[in-house]
């Protein structure tokens, strides 16, 4: 049942590169594609390892039902057979197996969540970039200090008397 891993570098994957959003909107729906193709694959690992595991849990049963001596169990009680499969060597494998594949399948559902997170984070930078948020600082002008000079070169040109020129 084992299935070939997908590789991924979700560091890689979910960061953004500013300074090419066009390239970055293109690896969206891939990347939506390919961790939703993964968190599928660890699902389905997930329902396998449980159906593994509740299999382990009725062959035991059963063995339990036929010898329970063996078990260590001198009668037969459904508290007692319940408690003698939960410490059985075969069910704490299997429960393992199933707990490991139930890890990796919520990872899964993070890794999406954060591919997800990223789509909004592009929808965001390019609504930035629109309202030229990334352009180059440009200085405002200095309102008092423009009136400042004005005035000052009001006061000068004040004192000049312009006369005609006589010939």
């Not at 960061?15 to 959003?21: E, N, R, V």
């Not at 939506?32 to 062959?59: F, I, L, P, S």
Request: charged content about 35%; aromatic content about 8%.
């Amino acid at each position: 049942m084992e299935r070939k891993k997908t590789e991924l570098n979700w560091d890689a994957d979910v960061a953004i590169d500013q300074s090419a959003l066009d390239v970055e909107w293109l690896e969206q729906a891939p990347l939506m594609m390919k961790y939703g193709r993964h968190m599928a694959e660890c699902k389905n690992t997930m329902d396998y390892r449980k159906e593994q595991m509740d299999a382990v849990a009725a062959d035991l049963d059963f063995r339990i039902r036929e010898d329970p001596a063996k078990f260590g169990l001198e009668k037969l009680t459904e508290t007692g057979i319940k408690n003698a499969v939960l410490l059985a060597e075969d069910y704490h494998l299997a429960q393992a197996d199933y707990s490991t594949a139930r890890y990796e399948y919520e990872m899964a559902r993070v890794a999406l969540s954060a591919i997800e997170c990223r789509k909004t984070a592009l929808e965001n930078l390019v609504k930035l970039h629109g309202q030229m948020y990334f352009a180059g600082p440009s200085v405002p002008r200095d309102l008092d200090k423009a009136w400042v000079e004005r005035e000052k070169e009001k006061r000068v040109n004040a004192g000049i008397k312009i006369t005609p020129r006589t010939k």
